[in-house]
């Protein structure tokens, strides 16, 4: 659906949940990535400190896991990005963001919110 991926994978909240969950098919796909991208805020929606969060907290100290800042310059992006599609989930916007920058396949279990945010996304739900 869209763009080619390049190995890596953005995770959404959903992405995390899953995992956290036991789903072999998260699991599988994480540990083939070449690299795996976590929006900051990602992050913020799904950490709640507590020891029930290792596999997201193994993914997120992993040699190949990126915790993407949300800086100046890519909230200004997320911020018009949300103005055109008409949303106002800047977490979203900077999942969709991560995956045309990093050319990535987006793990989502919120396809058709992403879709309307960046239509030729490369998805895979969870």
């Known amino acids: 659906m869209g763009t080619q991926p390049s190995g ?3 995770v959404d909240a959903g992405g995390l949940i899953a995992l956290e969950r036991g789903d072999r098919s998260v699991r599988v796909l ?7 991208i976590v929006p900051a805020g990602v ?3 799904v950490w ?7 596999r997201i907290a193994a ?3 992993g040699a ?4 993407e800042p949300l800086d100046d310059d890519t909230a200004r992006v997320v ?3 949300c103005a055109d599609s008409g949303t106002s989930d800047v977490v979203d916007a900077s999942v969709a963001i991560a995956g045309f920058v990093h050319r990535a396949l987006v793990l989502t279990s919120d396809p058709d919110d992403l879709a ?3 239509p030729g996304l490369a998805l895979q739900v969870c």
Not at 49 to 54: F, L, T
């Open 8 to 10: 890596s994978v953005v």
């Open 30 to 36: 994480l540990a083939e990535a070449e690299r795996i």
């Open 43 to 45: 992050v913020a929606q």
């Open 48 to 54: 709640r400190g507590s020891a029930r969060k290792a």
């Open 59 to 61: 993914v997120l100290r």
């Open 64 to 67: 190949n896991t990126t915790v």
């Open 79 to 81: 911020g018009v990005l």
């Open 116 to 118: 309307a945010l960046a």
